[in-house]
């Protein structure tokens, strides 16, 4: 069936540093892909998502690009902030209703 | 719009007694969705409904769980017996039909069974 992988954390970065959460998954086809955050206590929120090959999802300052060549969709962020320390899923849509998420990956951000 | 809301946030059992969970969804909403959180697994799709009809109940775990949607504004996940292996997050979320990608989530309940 369709799996997708995210690198293991924690991910402890110093405030204003560089991110990169891997983000790998296995497919029929191509589907649509995803990043949710989620905060302590919370659920979660969508935070970008692109639909087809290529496209660049982003939003509040973090980027990731569906390639299909890689089967990736890696987020970024150029500077990270304390406030960014949460849980971050990459999931894939199957079929069109069923989301299937990685194992998310811990950020810490330090001040 | 106040958002998926799912109640109790917190429930504490003793192993062997009947749960439930309580979710409602956002208005205008016609897709429910039941996930599970572990450490060990992850998030897992428990159910999903489409108008108010369960479509694919492949990842309820057991007989002993069972969820119902009786109306398009509630939705209720049962389990009986409850076993500690149930301890978990349980996390309900809604899409509108006319977006695809916009699923919602609850706070979800934090389920502990002792």
């Known amino acids: 069936g369709n799996s997708v992988t995210q690198m293991e954390g924690p991910v402890t970065l110093s405030e204003e540093a560089f991110l990169t959460i891997n983000c790998t998954y296995t497919a029929t086809g191509y589907p ?9 206590g919370e659920g979660l ?5 692109a639909t087809k090959a290529d496209d660049k999802g982003s939003n509040k300052g973090f980027e990731a690009t569906y390639r299909k060549e890689t089967t ?12 960014d320390s ?14 299937v998420f990685g194992a998310g990956t811990i950020l810490r951000v330090k001040s | 719009d106040a958002g998926v809301i799912q109640s109790p946030r917190h429930e504490v ?19 429910l969705f039941w996930y599970r959180q572990t450490m060990m697994r992850g998030l897992e799709l428990l159910i999903y409904f489409n108008n108010n009809v369960p479509i694919d109940d492949s990842g309820m775990p057991e007989d002993r ?3 119902k949607m009786p109306n398009a504004s509630f939705s209720t996940l049962k389990i ?15 899409r509108s039909g006319t ?3 916009g699923y919602t989530f609850g706070s979800g309940t934090r389920l502990t069974v002792v």
């Open chain 2, 13 to 31: 059992t003793e192993m062997g007694q009947e749960v439930t969970l309580r979710c409602k969804p956002i208005s205008g909403h016609n897709s």
């Open chain 1, 72 to 83: 990736s969709f890696h987020l970024e962020k150029g500077s990270v902030q304390v406030s």
């Open chain 2, 99 to 101: 977006d695809p990608y």
């Open chain 1, 86 to 99: 949460a849980v971050y899923f990459c999931a894939l849509l199957e079929y069109g209703n069923k989301l």
């Open chain 2, 80 to 94: 009986q017996p409850s076993e500690p292996r149930d301890s978990a997050v349980y996390f309900c979320a809604s």
């Open chain 1, 45 to 49: 929120q969508l935070l970008l998502k």
């Open chain 1, 32 to 40: 649509s892909l995803f990043w949710y955050v989620q905060y302590p």
């Open chain 2, 65 to 67: 769980f069972s969820a």
